[in-house]
């Protein structure tokens, strides 16, 4: 970074560590420890899918690797704002073969240049009171928040989130992860896969 960078208030961007993903395992030991909340095996990858059959190719490698094992099958599903997700799947106890699809897909992704469309990647969790949380690892930032949505219940209208659970996953798990000290980027994943 230049002087006339540092002065105009321009950062440089955080370089994204895909190995911090691996810490998630420990992570879900501590925060079920904490809160109750354990892992749903389920996980998902979201990126700005881009036209042109190369990204098509990385996608379909993408899939016939994650579906190699012979366990449940990749869903790839498209939100209403356009992201693609692709959404990995597997028993509530494996959070490190969880993990590593994650982080292959994220990987793949990379090592074929389509980095830049790397959004985040999602981990779901579930409490005895059927309480949602997912944690979010932000690829541009390369770090993790939580994010709690709360159901509405019967005749409930609107979306909201439960900022305390959220504080509170952070304060349980924050020496585990590295998390986003910036609240503004902690986004609401509203209807996102594999939560």
Same mark, same amino acid.
């Given at each position: 970074?230049?002087?006339?960078?540092?002065?105009?208030?321009?950062?440089?961007?955080?370089?994204?560590?895909? /190995?911090?993903? =691996?810490?998630?395992? +420990?992570?879900?030991?501590?925060?079920?420890?904490?809160?109750?909340?354990?892992?749903?095996?389920?996980?998902? &990858?979201? =990126?700005?899918?881009v036209?042109? @059959?190369? =990204?098509?190719d &990385?996608?379909?490698?993408?899939?016939?690797?994650?579906? %190699?094992?012979?366990?449940?099958?990749?869903?790839?599903?498209? *939100?209403?704002?356009?992201?693609?997700?692709?959404?990995s +799947?597997?028993?509530?106890?494996?959070?490190?073969?969880?993990?590593?699809?994650?982080?292959?897909?994220?990987?793949?992704?990379? *090592?074929?240049?389509? @980095?830049?469309?790397?959004?985040?990647?999602?981990?779901?969790?579930? *409490?005895a009171? /059927?309480?949602?949380?997912?944690?979010?690892?932000?690829?541009?930032?390369?770090?993790?928040?939580? =994010?709690?949505?709360?159901?509405?219940?019967?005749?409930?209208s609107?979306?909201?989130?439960?900022n305390?659970?959220?504080? #509170? &996953?952070?304060?349980?798990? @924050? +020496?585990?992860?590295? %998390?986003? #000290? /910036?609240?503004?980027?902690?986004?609401?994943?509203? @209807?996102?896969?594999?939560?």
């Amino acid at each position: 970074m230049g002087f006339l960078d540092s002065l105009l208030g321009r950062t440089k961007p955080v370089q994204p560590k895909l /190995d911090d993903l =691996f810490g998630l395992p +420990s992570a879900a030991i501590t925060l079920q420890a904490a809160t109750g909340f354990t892992p749903t095996g389920s996980g998902s &990858v979201c =990126f700005r899918a881009v036209e042109g @059959g190369t =990204f098509g190719d &990385v996608q379909s490698e993408v899939r016939d690797l994650l579906d %190699f094992d012979g366990g449940l099958p990749v869903e790839v599903t498209r *939100d209403s704002y356009g992201f693609t997700w692709l959404v990995s +799947s597997h028993m509530s106890d494996e959070v490190e073969a969880l993990v590593t699809d994650l982080h292959a897909v994220n990987s793949t992704l990379v *090592d074929h240049g389509f @980095g830049p469309q790397l959004l985040c990647t999602v981990v779901g969790f579930r *409490d005895a009171e /059927d309480r949602r949380l997912g944690l979010v690892y932000l690829y541009k930032r390369g770090t993790f928040y939580p =994010f709690a949505p709360v159901s509405s219940g019967r005749g409930g209208s609107g979306q909201r989130r439960d900022n305390a659970l959220e504080l #509170q &996953v952070k304060g349980a798990i @924050g +020496s585990d992860l590295r %998390f986003e #000290q /910036d609240l503004s980027k902690w986004m609401a994943l509203w @209807g996102a896969p594999g939560l």
